[in-house]
């Protein structure tokens, strides 16, 4: 059974950092995708980034791109998604995800498996 549990959200101020992991067990994840969604209230879930867990292809959003990384630790079996320079409209409910399609997608419904979430609030 496929898990993926999310950590490191909470408070922080505008301009600040946060990094976020995203523990991953059940099965081998080496032909998978691992994304990174945020919900904001009332607003759809939208990508943030995704890395193949090859390593070999990441995609941002427009909107992080430039403050946000991804990676990972295959040792580990977690990815990281290491937030800088965090604004007030970065906050949200940050979910990790899973594609089994090993195609670096931004739509939400080609993701497989989901976490719970972890929240990120940024203040100004």
């Known amino acids: 059974q496929v898990q993926l549990v999310e950590s490191g959200g909470g408070l922080v101020q505008a301009g600040g950092s946060l990094r976020l992991s995203c523990a991953a067990s059940?099965?081998?994840?080496?032909?998978?995708?691992m994304g990174w969604f945020r919900q904001a209230p009332g607003k759809e879930r939208e990508f943030v980034a995704a890395i193949r867990w090859s390593g070999v292809n990441t995609r941002y959003a427009d909107s992080v791109k430039g403050r946000f990384t991804l990676f990972r630790d295959s040792a580990k079996n977690t990815v990281y998604l290491q937030m800088n320079s965090l604004k007030p409209e970065d906050t949200a409910v940050y979910y990790c995800?899973?594609?089994?399609?090993?195609?670096?997608?931004?739509?939400?419904?080609?993701?497989?498996?989901w976490g719970q979430g972890t929240q990120v609030t940024v203040s100004s």
């Open positions: 995800a899973a594609d089994s399609s090993s195609v670096v997608t931004t739509s939400r419904y080609n993701y497989d498996y």
């Open positions: 059940g099965r081998t994840f080496s032909s998978y995708v």
